[in-house]
Structures are given as structure tokens and as C-alpha cells.
């Protein structure tokens, strides 16, 4: 696992976007794996000027979204095709027939999620899976408690992420899905590379959980451990409540 901690968020994003567009100049067919949230926003910004200066191309990238709410459609304002759509896709060359985001209203769940996991692996598995990090430790929306072999699959929203994510439904919680289908913790773990994102204070305790606590299922992002090849971009914020010990060696690493 290589930390990063940077003075804000920016920072944080630009040093990951250079991490996104060096796969993508060495692969330019590369099949990334993506986010929503507030986190991910900054990182593609700085993608979608990197297409704009013509430095990258995403015209042949494949895409596979982390996860949906259950009960949106992909035009509701807060689904995640709708984000993604506004954030990202319609902003760069991509052809959007290659980005896949799970339906919400599909009326057979499983099949779908049996869909998603074929569709990864028709374009050869994940090379690069961005992440951000739920304040309760989740990935995706693998909640505390998810197997560590599980797939892409229904999951039930904690009530700490459904508090988190009501600001996008104006501040109301019974506005929130309380159910959503995400990319399993094995399926996120068989992507080549993984980046995660985690900014501000809130990020704090999960931040020290992940990297400090033991690699357990209570907090879903502890498996990143046992991944090989994981960068964790973050602000001072987020980092605030590692260990001395850990935040000195982290920033004494040789930087690249
Ligand atoms: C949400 C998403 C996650 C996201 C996380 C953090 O619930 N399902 O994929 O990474 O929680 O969200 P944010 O970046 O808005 O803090």
C-alpha cells in the first residue's frame, strides 16, 4: 500500500490523475473502473483537461462504475449514470456504448449483477480501480460486514451512509435508497491496480481503520491490504488521525 498525503484535495487529485493518465498513454485501451461521490470530482476534472489538452484519449478506454442505487433509473438527477454522465462521459471522447454503470431499475437484480461480472471479464478484467472511502469504511457500497469473496450483488445501506449521502437528496434521508447494487469486495480485489481517494476530517477515522486496524470484514477497505498494488491519495485532513509513527514513515517514503 502507498500513501500519499497531500496538503488538499486538489493536490491529492492532481498527483492521482497522474497515475490515471500514465495508464493511459501506456494503455490506451486500458478498462477502468470508477466512482461517484464527492471525492472522484476533483480527479476528473483534472481528466477531462488532460482530454481537452489532447494529452489522453479515451476513445478506446472501456469504464465499469463501482455501483447504483436500487430504484433509480439512469436519468434520475441522483443516480450514478446521471453523475457520471455529467461529470465525466459527456465531458471526453468516450464512446459511451463501452461505459457501463449498473441499472438500478433492472427488474431481475441478480442477472444483472451476473451480467456486470461477465462484462468484466469479456474486456479482460479491471486494470485500474479508483475508489473513494465511505466514513464507515465501505468501498463501493460493500457496507462493514461484506464478505471479502463476495461479487457484485444487492446490498443494504448502513444508516451512517444513508446520513452521509442525504446532502445529494436535499438534506433528506427518507429521500435516500436504502438499497444498492455494487461491485463485490473479490471483484474490486482482481483489478491490477487500485486508487483510492479520501478527503477531509469525516474520512478520518476510517482512514486509520483501513491502514492501521486489523484486515477484517468490519471494515470493508481493510482488504486493500492484501492487494499488491494500491495508492491511497490523501489530504492532511483525512490522515490527521494516523499514528506518528505511520504519518512519519508515510511521508519519508521515496516519492514518485
Ligand atoms: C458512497 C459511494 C462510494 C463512495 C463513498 C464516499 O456512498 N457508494 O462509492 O466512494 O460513499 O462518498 P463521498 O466521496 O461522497 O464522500
Redo the contacts with the bound molecule.
Keep these: 500500500m502507498r500513501i500519499y498525503i497531500e496538503k488538499n484535495p486538489e493536490d491529492a487529485s492532481q498527483k492521482a490523475a497522474k497515475l490515471v493518465i500514465g495508464l493511459l498513454k501506456s494503455k490506451p485501451d486500458a478498462v477502468l473502473g470508477l466512482?461517484?461521490?464527492?471525492?472522484?470530482v476533483r480527479l476528473y476534472r483534472e481528466l477531462i483537461n488532460a482530454n481537452a489538452r489532447g494529452e489522453i484519449s479515451f476513445k478506446s478506454v472501456e469504464t465499469f462504475n463501482?455501483?447504483e442505487y436500487v430504484g433509480l433509473s439512469p436519468r434520475d438527477k441522483n443516480s450514478?449514470r446521471r453523475f457520471m454522465d455529467e461529470n465525466l462521459f459527456n465531458l471526453i471522447d468516450i464512446d459511451k456504448s463501452k461505459t457501463h454503470v449498473l441499472d438500478g431499475t433492472a427488474s431481475d437484480i441478480a442477472a444483472a449483477c451476473a451480467d456486470f461480472e461477465k462484462s468484466i471479464a469479456l474486456a479482460g478484467g479491471i486494470d485500474l480501480q479508483i475508489?473513494?472511502?465511505?466514513?464507515d469504511g465501505?468501498?463501493?457500497?460493500n457496507e462493514p460486514g461484506s464478505s471479502f469473496d463476495s461479487r457484485t450483488r444487492l446490498e443494504y445501506?448502513t444508516e451512517k451512509?444513508i446520513v452521509?449521502?442525504a446532502r445529494?437528496f436535499d438534506g433528506d434521508k427518507s429521500k435516500v435508497p436504502t438499497s444498492?447494487i455494487?461491485m463485490g469486495i473479490a471483484t474490486i480485489m482482481e483489478a491490477g491496480k487500485i486508487a483510492l481517494l479520501a478527503?477531509?476530517g469525516?474520512?478520518s477515522d476510517a482512514v486509520k481503520a483501513m491502514v492501521e486496524g486489523d484486515v477484517d470484514e468490519s471494515v470493508p477497505a481493510s482488504v486493500l491490504r492484501k492487494h499488491p498494488d494500491v495508492s491511497i491519495f490523501l489530504d492532511t485532513a483525512a490522515a490527521s488521525k494516523l499514528s506518528p509513527d505511520i504519518y512519519r514513515e508515510i511521508l519519508s517514503a521515496p516519492r514518485d
Design positions: 466512482a461517484t461521490g464527492g471525492t472522484p463501482l455501483d450514478y475508489l473513494g472511502l465511505g466514513s465501505h468501498i463501493g457500497f445501506l451512509t452521509d449521502n445529494f444498492a455494487t478527503f477531509g469525516k474520512k
